[in-house]
């Protein structure tokens, strides 16, 4: 098989992966595909056993696989602890992300008293506002937006539209997908019944800023709200999916995962390491355990504790709630039942008094 612009021999592979190989180390490899889609010349990964029909009828030339995963004939394994987090190392191996030239194009505006690094990236219609700061090798898209005195640090990307409010800070290594806002009013109001022209919402400035860590992704359209005052932080390492909102004074630790749709009310804390699953909702005020995790959909309404599992809504723990749900398919018989067993009890109580 001729070798394809960026194929890798499979002994190459397994080694990048520090992976076991049980097949042929000479073996061309061109690509990456699911088991289901995958043709001869590519590689795939079987980490769950519910997919064990598509990795026995795969046509892929070599699997990534758990270290006790079953031979399969005609298919070279490379046995890994972790092979999901193999194959994301492989397409990293063969899609290299590319860098733009450095450089600041003609139709950028970065204000005369902002501070570029030469070795940034500004595309057109990008703009850096006075006393902002971009870092080193950092990548602003067209459109993205850096306010009066913030900063970004070196190696981020912020993709179209994204924009960082004056005087928040970003650190390293960070990504801003399109249209994600940093440092937007938190919405913060209160309510004069004796305003000038009547009732009305009087808005409480928000003078605070935003601070995310190092190495933190920020999906597109999700929105981290400036601090009423003080600091509204997202740790280390944690990974914002879209549509996330992240309110006013909110801490979130480092390595979280936050999921589509959640959102964390003002001044809650929500620890290292926890996973809120999609449209999650945490109320204000409480705190969120290290390594809690909160399951689709939940209301979180008081504190979680460390390493606990709920769901629901109101969260309660999550054992409880798969009962509550087992249960709740049987309501309308038990409700039957009940009403039966009242009439029958009527019926004797009424031939005990006869």
């Known amino acids: 098989m001729p070798s394809a612009p960026n194929a890798h021999r499979l002994g190459d592979i397994a080694a990048h992966v520090r992976g076991e190989l049980l097949g042929d180390p000479g073996l061309l490899v061109h690509g990456l595909n699911g088991l289901e889609e995958a043709v ?4 795939s990964f ?11 009828a795969t046509h892929a030339s070599a699997v990534l696989v758990g270290m006790d995963a079953p031979a399969r004939d005609g298919v070279a394994l490379v046995r890994v602890p972790n092979p999901h987090l193999a194959y994301a190392k492989l397409l990293t191996l063969f899609h290299p992300a590319a860098r733009p030239a450095a450089g600041i194009h003609p139709a950028a505006h970065v204000h005369p008293e902002a501070t570029v690094h030469p070795e940034a990236t500004l595309k057109a219609g990008a703009v850096v506002e006075r006393g902002a700061h971009v870092g080193a090798r950092t990548v602003l898209h067209p459109g993205a937006y850096v306010g009066e005195g913030a900063r970004v640090g070196e190696d981020c990307v912020l993709y179209p539209h994204a924009t960082v409010r004056e005087g928040c800070v970003v650190g390293s290594r960070v990504i801003l997908h399109a249209s994600s806002v940093v440092g937007a009013d938190g919405f913060g109001f209160a309510f004069d019944a004796e305003g000038e022209d009547g009732p009305r919402h009087f808005k409480i400035p928000q003078v605070g800023i935003v601070r995310i860590e190092d190495d933190v ?64 909702g945490v109320v204000g005020h409480i705190r969120v355990g290290d390594l809690a995790k909160v399951g689709a959909q939940s209301g979180v309404a008081h504190d979680v504790a460390d390493g606990q599992v709920v769901s629901g809504s109101p969260a309660i723990p999550h054992k409880d709630w798969l009962r509550a749900s087992a249960a709740s398919g049987q309501l309308a018989d038990l409700l039957k039942e009940v ?16």
């Open 217 to 280: 992704e920020v999906g597109a359209c999700t929105c981290i709200d400036r601090a009423t005052v003080g600091e509204t932080v997202v740790g280390r390492g944690t990974k914002l999916d879209n549509l996330v909102q992240i309110a006013h004074n909110v801490r979130v630790g480092p390595l979280s995962l936050i999921c589509a749709q959640a959102g964390v009310s003002g001044s809650a804390e929500v620890g290292t390491g926890v996973v809120l699953a999609g449209q999650v």
């Open 339 to 354: 009403r039966a067993l009242r009439k029958r009890v009527e019926l004797l109580e009424k031939e005990k008094g006869g």
């Open 46 to 56: 079987y980490g769950n056993p519910r997919y064990r029909k598509q990795f026995e």
């Open 40 to 43: 001869p010349g590519e590689v």
